[in-house]
């Protein structure tokens, strides 16, 4: 079966930081790209950070480039999204999610997603 795992959410303060986590089972990361999601309240879902190409291009929204990494650990079958300087607007429910080797953007392929975690931002 494939699975993916989130871990890592939770409350932290304006302009701290934050390390989400997803790993996968039944697919390798590489493979089959991932991507990471947030739906923040009254808004829709968004793809902000992805892995586009085989090689490890990315994507990012700009809503988030420059404060966002994301990173993979093939070893672990694990994808990463490290979040900087975290501001109020971040406040969301973070997805990971298959997405396609596109090569320029976030699109959701296989329909494979992780449970979801809140994240606040709030002093």
């Known amino acids: 079966q494939v699975q993916l795992v989130q871990s890592g959410g939770g409350l932290v303060q304006p302009g701290g930081s934050l390390r989400l986590s997803c790993t996968a089972s039944g697919i390798s990361v590489e493979s089959y790209a991932i991507g990471w999601f947030r739906q923040a309240p009254g808004k829709e879902r968004e793809g902000i950070a992805c892995f586009v190409k085989y090689d490890g291009t990315t994507y990012y929204d700009d809503s988030v480039k420059g404060r966002f990494n994301i990173s993979r650990d093939m070893a672990r079958n694990t994808v990463y999204l490290q979040m900087n300087s975290l501001g109020p607007e971040d406040t969301a429910v973070y997805f990971c999610?298959?997405?396609?080797?596109?090569?320029?953007?976030?699109?959701?392929?296989?329909?494979?997603w992780g449970q979801g975690t809140q994240v606040t931002v709030s002093s």
């Open positions: 999610a298959t997405v396609a080797y596109s090569g320029y953007r976030c699109l959701s392929m296989y329909d494979y």
